[in-house]
């Protein structure tokens, strides 16, 4: 062990001192040896202390010089140290070891070392890359000619700055290369491969990751990578079913530029201006010849676009289309179309997939043998129409078929595709170490549902009510959700009743009028609780039950702005009575469905009878989760219907209710009157004519679109204990109920 300078010439000044008072020693006195003077307690304090720091800088020393480090782990993947002019430059001998073609035999149990990765309690691999180095032969010519592009830098930042990355290398379970092959034309396939062996833990491309969009080259545009790679796992973009390892290359997106470029709004699902659109400009003569029969058959229904040929060759002619002289955006004009044709071209593999995606439009894949992308966890079939290329001729009639409602549903799986996956490179890189870490760590890899069902709701944020205590909590109390539209005066009196019930945590108003302001704030009631407005964008019915994030509490009271009857005892017993059951919808105003055997449908029934299997939400208590449930889970199209006739919201929520629980709805209180004695017929829905007709649609609808029906029908109201008891009004817990 060397010691420095410093720690010599201390070390040597101690020996000086022990020799001196050895001769010291050795003199003998008369009466015996010589006693040796005592040190000065200052003194020895201050050996004591420099003597104790020589001691730790050697111990230090010793632990640096021999404690077990790694020089690759001090590579940083920060995009400050990661210019290509700043990397080493690193000299290929001609007789560098080239790799193995590629084993197609391989899969993650014989050419992967699983126990690399070991056990962790995050259930996580861990990824090293490279430092970046500029490979060269032995001319000076380097093994790319664009060096490291900028997609792939993306790609690698990415991922360093991902939960996967590590910079000890020790600890990688997956090892990616900081070689760009990202496009084969640009790589020289020899040297490549020359790079890739010398790289220091390659052993024959064991646990390595290698990321390729365009593989092959003129004349065949081989459809993988051409560069030898040993056993290295492939991310390939345009994979066959004859070069794709399944279960361990990942098939990826070819990713197209003009997803950073441009940004498409996300357009509601529906009919569009078009029904099919082909936009792709290198298609082969014979395909072209197709589309064109198909676009003289259905004339314009289908759009059949193609380059420019009047616009000069650079960036913006690549964004533009035309068709007879006409110019189109290019992918703007993808939004305006049902369905998007994407054909093969040289490539399997085609960036206008994503573009496609991007528009929302649904993709109708015509490529022989192309392994789509992320297909071991996407279902394809929710977001695509995967056609055989021999029956393009057949691909209007196969469309036609197709249900409206399911063009929409793969409309917006389309999207949420694009999103969630094809956006950016960061996107695709992390995706594709998702899909190997399931892999290696199947237990808690994600499941069917949480890679093709869009994560619309934050369900962590809400629990159901069917795992609720018994009885929920009273302190948070219930939030009232009022519905209005142009009622100020009846709206501030609900305000002002319902703000005496003692439970009221907040007062929550839904404007549903976009042609005219709330009302100041200086002319709302005053009360103890807070009271927020919310501005609706449409005049919906369905706003009443959208999960607006003001709701803290899980007690909701969906109230209209003319129920000025109910009495502020009434209210607080509704609530007791919720906290009970707070999977059941609890409330006033009770009604009936009944099957009506001459007409041979359901019937809706508001006359007075003894049986209830409906309450109506103009006044009811429910629990928050089923707002959620409303808005992203309603089967079918029953939110659109209703919103659209602007009737039977309620009766919609009855259905939903009764149908996740199984369970009636509790009315309480014997009143049964619910008129607004100064409301005019100009004033509200329900006294329309028509109204009540369709209502009895409604549930002929719904039970039509649920395939069954779920209300359940009970003879029974819950009224106080001592409601009609002859006793003391002031002693009873709630002595204003009201009457009839």
């Not at 060096?147 to 360093?160: F, K």
Request: with cysteine; glycine share 4%; hydrophobic share 40%.
């Amino acid at each position: 062990m060397k010691l420095s300078f410093i720690e010599t010439l201390s070390l040597q000044w101690l020996f000086d001192r022990e020799e001196s008072g050895m001769y010291a020693s050795g003199k003998y006195s008369s009466r015996g040896p010589a006693l040796i003077p005592r040190m000065k307690t200052k003194h020895r304090i201050y050996y004591i202390t420099l003597f104790s720091v020589v001691l730790l800088g050697l111990i230090a020393t010793g632990m640096f010089q021999f404690w077990p480090h790694s020089i690759e782990s001090t590579a940083d993947w920060t995009l400050d140290k990661r210019s290509v002019h700043e990397a080493p430059l690193v000299h290929l001998p001609v007789s560098s070891p080239i790799p193995e073609r590629g084993d197609l035999s391989c899969r993650m149990h014989t050419c992967f070392d699983v126990y690399r990765c070991g056990y962790n309690p995050k259930n996580r691999i861990k990824v090293y890359i490279y430092p970046l180095q500029r490979f060269v032969d032995e001319l000076g010519v380097p093994i790319s000619s664009t060096g490291l592009s900028r997609e792939y830098n993306d790609l690698l930042s990415a991922i360093s700055g991902s939960d996967f990355y590590t910079d000890d290398v020790t600890r990688a379970c997956l090892f990616i290369p900081s070689i760009d092959v990202l496009n084969q034309n640009s790589l020289r396939i020899r040297e490549t491969a020359q790079a890739l062996a010398m790289l220091p833990r390659w052993d024959k491309g064991m646990n390595h990751l290698l990321f390729n969009m365009l593989p092959g080259g003129p004349p065949d545009y081989n459809t993988a990578l051409d560069v030898p790679r040993d056993r290295a796992l492939l991310a390939g973009g345009g994979f066959s079913t004859w070069t794709y390892r399944q279960g361990y290359d990942v098939s990826i997106p070819v990713y197209s530029p003009l997803s950073a470029d441009v940004e498409l709004p996300e357009r509601q699902p529906g009919p569009r201006r078009y029904f099919i659109l082909s936009s792709q400009t290198a298609i082969h003569r014979e395909y072209r010849a197709e589309l064109e029969r198909l676009k003289e058959e259905n004339g314009e229904a289908l759009l059949l676009l193609d380059k420019c040929s009047n616009l000069s060759q650079g960036a913006a002619s690549a964004r533009k289309r035309c068709y007879k002289g006409q110019v189109y955006d290019y992918p703007q004009i993808l939004q305006e179309s049902s369905f998007c044709v994407v054909l093969r071209g040289a490539r399997l593999g085609q960036a206008a997939l994503s573009d496609v995606l991007q528009a929302g439009c649904v993709p109708v894949i015509l490529a022989d043998s192309y392994i789509l992308p992320f297909s071991e966890v996407l279902d394809w079939k929710r977001a695509s129409v995967v056609i055989p290329e021999e029956k393009l001729s057949e691909m209007y009639t196969i469309l036609k078929s197709i249900p409206h409602r399911q063009v929409e549903e793969m409309q917006r799986q389309a999207r949420w595709f694009w999103e969630a996956y094809f956006s950016s490179m960061k996107a695709i890189g992390l995706t594709t170490l998702q899909i190997i870490n399931d892999r290696i760590y199947p237990y808690a890899a994600r499941t069917y549902e949480q890679w093709n069902n869009p994560p619309v709701v934050k369900w962590s944020s809400v629990n159901s009510p069917l795992f609720l205590p018994l009885i929920p909590p009273r302190a948070p109390g219930f939030t009232a959700v009022v519905l209005t539209y142009d009622r100020v005066e009846s709206l501030f009196r609900v305000i002002t009743e319902i703000s005496k019930v003692p439970s009221l945590a907040k007062l929550l108003v839904v404007w549903n009028n976009q042609n005219k302001s709330p009302p100041e704030e200086s002319l709302w009631p005053k009360i103890s609780v807070p009271l927020k407005v919310v501005r609706t964008k449409e005049n919906k019915l369905s706003n009443r039950f959208f999960p607006y994030d003001e709701i803290e509490t899980e007690a909701v009271l969906a109230i209209d702005d003319d129920i000025i009857m109910l009495t502020s005892d009434e209210l607080q017993f509704g609530y007791e009575v919720w906290r009970e059951f707070p999977d059941r919808l609890v409330g006033y105003p009770g009604r009936l469905h009944l099957w009506d055997h001459e007409m041979g449908k359901w019937k809706y029934e508001s006359e007075w009878t003894n049986e209830v299997s409906m309450v109506l939400t103009g006044a009811a208590f429910y629990h928050k989760y089923f707002n959620y449930l409303y808005t992203y889970k309603m089967p079918g199209d029953i939110k659109n219907w209703v919103d659209a006739h602007m009737n039977c919201e309620d009766i919609a929520m009855n259905f939903l209710v009764a149908n996740i629980t199984g369970k009636a709805p509790i009315k309480v209180t014997p009143r049964k009157k619910f008129k607004c004695p100064e409301c005019t017929a100009i004033d509200g829905l329900s006294l329309d004519q028509t109204h009540m007709v369709e209502r009895s649609e409604c549930i002929n609808k719904f039970a039509s679109v649920f395939g069954t029906m779920p209300l359940k029908v009970v003879e029974h109201r819950a009224d106080p204990v001592l409601y009609k008891d002859d006793f003391p009004e002031k002693l009873k817990s709630f002595p204003n109920i009201g009457s009839l």
